[in-house]
């Protein structure tokens, strides 16, 4: 993510800010990748803290208007959750946008979210024909800590939510390419063989004893579908750990330039081993501190290659270059 300008004094300001250091209310436009010290906000500036601009007054922006079902606030912290859950949103589209996903001269399908609060049920996430179901419970770091341990997870975020339900999305938008189902079924399997059933028997058996020589994470190996979303919410992650590093001004060894863009970058394998050395270097760093590894991953050969096969494919954008 990029560290943006203050329009209207010194100083930078990040992504989720909704005013400068001043005070001064500023909102961000996507389509310009910079902020604006101007009206038309967000009509959920209000309600969830949305800090995106609109098209005009009392409408919602790009990012809120993709959500045709919001909580329903009765439900204890639903909205609270909701706002975490849509700033992760917004994040997630605005990489996307990187490589033309879902911009203004994108011209497929937009994603269309429900976002559930959970009463006595949990709310299952998941993607359906271009609907993606989120469950903002999951913006309490409590719950959320408590399923990844219960599932065995290493990392489990709104973001990561995010990047897996909607590469789920993007694989339904490049499905409708002949030359991209063939492709994908020769690298990730025959995504027609019963998904249920896969995810039963994943659930009730674990994954293979070498899952780690060819997949990005145990629940990759559940079915073709899922080794998809996770391979492709990976390469989310690496790209976007990448270009935060250098957008912070830090520097490396490892970069190919100190103002190098690895949303531009062509070339899978270079971006690969750059955006992976620079995550072990901080895992190093955070263990400093006694937290969490920021990429608690081990990548082997097979995984890389799976990389390199959703990052060409990504990287054309949604024009399909």
């Given amino acids: 993510m990029l560290v943006f300008a203050n329009p209207v004094g010194a100083g930078s300001l990040w992504f989720d800010n909704l005013t400068t250091a001043d005070g001064f209310p500023v909102a961000y436009d996507p389509h310009a990748r910079a902020f604006l010290p101007m009206p038309p906000f967000c009509a959920n500036r209000q309600v969830i803290g949305c800090n995106w601009i609109a098209a005009e007054h009392g409408t919602f922006c790009r990012s809120c208007a993709m959500t045709a079902l919001a909580p329903d606030p009765s439900i204890a912290n639903a909205i609270y959750n909701w706002a975490q859950t849509e700033a992760a949103k917004r994040w997630a589209l605005d990489n996307l946008g990187r490589w033309h996903w879902f911009r203004p001269e994108d011209p497929g399908m937009r994603p269309v979210f429900h976002m559930l609060a959970e ?14 179901t989120i469950s903002v419970a999951e913006a309490d770091p409590v719950l959320r800590v408590t399923r990844r341990q219960a599932l065995d997870e290493p990392y489990r975020t709104m973001i990561g939510h995010m990047r897996h339900e909607i590469a789920h999305m993007l694989w339904w938008r490049l499905s409708l390419r002949d ?5 994908f079924r020769a690298m990730f399997g025959d995504e027609r063989t019963d998904y249920h059933a896969a995810l039963e028997r994943h659930y009730h058996d674990g994954p293979p004893p070498d899952w780690r020589q060819r997949f990005v994470t145990s629940y990759a190996s559940a079915h073709p579908h899922e080794d998809w979303a996770e391979t492709a919410a990976h390469l989310l992650h690496l790209v976007d750990i990448t270009d935060s590093f250098v ?11 100190p103002r190098w863009d690895p949303y531009a970058e062509p070339d899978s394998e270079r971006l690969i081993h750059v955006a992976i050395s620079l995550a072990m270097r901080v895992n190093h760093v955070n263990r400093s501190m006694g937290v969490s590894d920021l990429y608690p991953f081990v ?23």
């Fill in 247 to 257: 957008a912070s001004g830090l520097v490396s060894s490892e970069l190919p330039s």
């Fill in 179 to 183: 030359d991209f189902l063939n492709a």
């Fill in 119 to 132: 009463g006595p049920t949990p709310v299952q996430m998941g993607h359906a024909y271009g609907v993606v």
């Fill in 299 to 321: 990548l082997l050969d097979a995984a890389r290659v799976k990389l390199a096969f959703v990052h060409d494919w990504l990287r054309r954008g949604a024009q399909g270059r």
